[in-house]
């Protein structure tokens, strides 16, 4: 079987000791990308802007992934780099898989509104989510979260439909109705150990089948 070839996006961090601007990826993806595939080439995307098309265009890519850390709006180069990321993938019939901010920028790419989440449920701690099955009934997990912001299930729109829902009306997951792109806004990459059940859907998410 070939190697997949998965484009991540990084977030920026800053130097504290010099100020410098840095891209980075948190090393749990690594292991939590073999776990899914056993056996996958990672390549780390850095924040260009419009000037990564030019890296989209030139190499070959199995699948995309929207990785977290940080807010929409806080930097300009990240947004554009990551929408370019979900216009490419869009464009060419690519897997994308969003993880909290990238599930909360694919959202924003089709239109659903963000709205601040309850800090005390959604802020460095754990709670339950309801898994959405089409044609099987509905069940319950419990996820970690990390994240301000979200995207109200009624606000929600075609082509993405609702996956997971948290029990104050946030959709945690969601998914498009035609093409490989789907969103979580937990951390699958931080679980120890990480769950089969996230392992299974991203195999599930990022099989290409072109």
Known sequence: M???RIGISMREVRDPATGEIRDALSREWYGFLNSVFGGVLVIPLPNTGSGISLLLTHDRFDGFILSGGGH???SDIRDETERRIIGHAV???IPLVG???GFQMICRYYGCP???CPKERHVATRHSVKMIVPDKQAWETDVNSFHEFGVCAENVK???SVLALSMDGFAEAVRHESMKIAAVQWHPERENP???ADIGRFREWMDDER
Do not use: M, T, Y
Request: charged share 35%; with cysteine.
């Open 2 to 4: 070939a190697i997949k």
């Open 72 to 74: 929409i709006g806080e």
């Open 91 to 93: 464009d060419h019939g």
């Open 99 to 101: 993880v909290c901010r």
């Open 114 to 116: 963000l709205s601040p």
């Open 158 to 160: 075609e082509p993405l």
């Open 194 to 196: 990480f769950r089969d």
